[in-house]
Each structure stands twice: as C-alpha cells, then as structure tokens.
C-alpha cells in the first residue's frame, strides 16, 4: 500500500471512529441510521413542525409444494418510498409511491396519499389510504404483522388501497372508526364511477383475564356496484375480533363473515393467532425472539367458491374448493424493533372439495388438495 493510500485510510477511520465510536452500542447505531431519513423538526416553526423520508422494504424468498408440483423464487414484496410531513400543527401530509419489484418501470403506482387533520383523539383522514380497517389481520399494518402473510379469506374478501374519508375519535372508553370511500380505484385517483363502500367499527377495553386486551367489532358495506375495482365482491363483511397480553404471551382470535354479492357465495373464517416472547438480548440490546402460529379455517355456503391463496399456492395448485385449514409456525427476530426484523414461517394447507373449473362444468369430480410454504425474509421500514 501506497504512502498515500495508507493515510487515506487511517484518515477514513478516524472520520468512522469519530461517528461511531467503538463505545456506541448497536441499538444507539441502529437509532442514529433510523434517525438519518428525518430531515428536519422544529416545534417552533408555526407553518412545517416537521419532514421526514419515509420507505419500507419487504424482501422474502418462497418455496411451495403441492400435488407434486414445487414453485420457489425471491421477491420483492413491497417496496414504498415517499414522505410525511406535520403541517400547522394539527395537519399530516403522506405521500408513498410504490416501486415495481422487478424496476421495470421503477413507478408501480401510488400506495397512498392522503391529508389529515387530528387533535385530540379526533382524526379525520382524506386521500389514498391504506385499507387497515376492518378484522384483525386486516387491521394490522404489514409492517408489524406477525406471520409472513395474511391468512387466505383475508385476502380474499378485504380490499387493499382505497380513496375517501376516514374518521376516529373516542367517547369515554370506547373508540370508533367510520369512513365512506370510492368503489372505483386507479393508478393514482379514482373516476367515481364503481359505487361505494361504507365503514364502521367499535373497540372496547376488554382484559378479560389478559393484562391488557380489546374487543373489535367491524363492518364493511359494499354497494355492489357493476363497475368497482376497489373492493372485492361482497357486499357485506363483519369482524368480531379479540387480542390480549399477558407478561410475554398474546393471543387474538377473529371470526370473520362476508356475504356474496349477486351470486357470488357467503363465506366465513376463523383465525387464532398467539405469539411468545421467547428471548431478549440475544446478540443486541433490546432485541427480541418471537415464536408465532397462526391457525386459519375458511368455508364457503357453496362449492368452489374459496380460491387457494394467490402467492405460492396457485403457483403449485389449480382449482377451487370450499372449506379450507393452514397451521403455520414461525419465528421473528426484531433487531431494532417492528423497524428491523427478520420472519421466518412454516405453513401447511388442506382445501377440500376442490374441482378445475372444466371438471365442475363437466363431471364435477372432488378432490382434497394439501401442501406446504416455507417463506422466510427482511423486514424494514423507516
């Protein structure tokens, strides 16, 4: 190495050790890099309070297996860039694009995009917004849920972005939710033109004999219009839902309902989800291991009327059925809280009464269909 080159280096060490001396502990560092996209705060400032740059990054590998058919791959599960900013106090200004997995183009689309407007426990919310509403997998952003996807009739019955209005507030104990969005959604906005939907949902203070625990009870309406794109075809969905703590241990329980709209067949769910703190501080302060099952049974009033979950089981299964069971077992570690973690889970399926669609035109033949995923991933968001 060159004389040059030699000073060089030590020069870049001293500028390393100088921001990150060897006494910093890994959280410290960890919240010094989580702290870069924050970009400016002053409470003083009566126009901007703040802005920061605000992403997540969900990146997982899959491997499928079912009917001797076996699918794996890596992908890119969500990857949203964009920022917030507190406006005169009592606004929020989001906005969050979302990237094309692939790059190719890198715009996706927006995720959302909205303005709101809180004091208090009164919040009401305008825009492009996620859809975390309604059930209790569904209200769990996917930045702190606990499996590494949602169970099957989530998916298949509750809508994903939507554009409208949202409201929340508080009376006593008891908070509420309700919201009125568009049917009809596109890249960005919406026309209109798809009808309605209509929220409403309670939360209660129940412990039960948790240290702490609420009970939920949502419901969704869609008008059923010809032309919406925003929401899945049914036309009524109701949650009633229960999670509670105790020490390490949490426990929810949901059972969703959702009636078909027109033709399309009722349907209901169950989904029993604990999780256990297993560890902490195993290689880093404040860190965390999570053990997690998830229990999800669905059913139809018709045949082949539930459709196997779009990633990694369509890939290796073909047909539909009407009653459905997965167990999945899997593990977090949060290195830095919900910001850094990494997931991992094992899940085993069953759906019966399955026939491809040309079977069920023409002779009706049954079949039970099983198999297995295996997903394991990086979390991040900031």
Not at 119 to 130: H, I, N, Y
Not at 221 to 247: M, Q, V
Request: with cysteine; hydrophobic share 35%.
């Amino acid at each position: 190495m060159s004389h040059f080159s030699l000073k060089k280096t030590l020069l870049a060490a001293c500028l390393i050790s100088s921001i990150f001396p060897a006494e910093l502990e890994a959280q410290e560092l960890l919240a010094s890099l989580w702290e870069l996209p924050q970009l400016y705060e002053n409470k003083d400032n009566a126009i901007v309070q703040k802005f920061d740059l605000i992403g997540r990054y969900h990146g997982q590998y899959w491997w499928a297996d079912s009917e001797g058919n076996k699918e794996q791959d890596w992908e890119n599960r969500r990857m949203y860039l964009g920022f917030n900013t507190k406006l005169f106090n009592n606004f929020k200004v989001e906005v969050q694009v979302s990237i094309n997995d692939d790059f190719d183009p890198v715009y996706k689309g927006l995720y959302d995009a909205f303005i709101q407007w809180k004091k208090e426990d009164f919040a009401v919310s305008v825009g492009r917004l996620d859809y975390v509403y309604t059930g209790m997998e569904r209200s769990t952003s996917s930045k702190r849920i606990k499996t590494m996807e949602r169970a099957l009739l989530v998916n298949q019955v509750m809508p994903g972005e939507v554009i409208g209005l949202y409201i929340t507030d508080k009376v006593g104990e008891l908070s509420y939710q309700t919201g009125l969005f568009s049917g009809s959604i596109k890249q960005e906005f919406t026309d209109f033109e798809g009808g309605f939907g209509a929220l409403l949902g309670l939360n209660y203070p129940m412990h039960l004999f948790y240290d702490t625990g609420s009970l939920h009870l949502d419901y969704l309406y869609n008008n059923g219009n010809a032309d919406n794109n925003a929401f899945k075809p049914y036309e009524n969905i109701i949650s009633l839902w229960h999670e509670g703590t105790i020490d390490a241990f949490a426990f929810g329980i949901d059972c969703t309902m959702a009636t078909g709209v027109g033709a399309k067949s009722d349907v209901f769910g169950l989904t029993l989800l604990p999780t256990y703190d297993v560890a902490h501080n195993l290689l880093l302060n404040d860190d965390k291991l999570q053990v997690t099952m998830r229990y999800h049974y669905a059913s139809s009033s018709d045949d082949y009327s539930l459709d196997f979950a779009k990633r990694y089981e369509q890939p290796v299964t073909t047909g539909k059925g009407d009653s459905y069971n997965a167990l999945y077992l899997g593990l977090n570690y949060y290195l830095y809280q919900q910001k850094l973690k990494l997931m991992g889970g094992v899940e085993y399926f069953e759906m019966n009464g399955v026939a491809d669609t040309e079977e069920v035109e023409f002779n009706g033949i049954n079949r039970s269909v099983n198999g297995w995923n295996i997903i394991t991933g990086i979390r991040l968001y900031f």
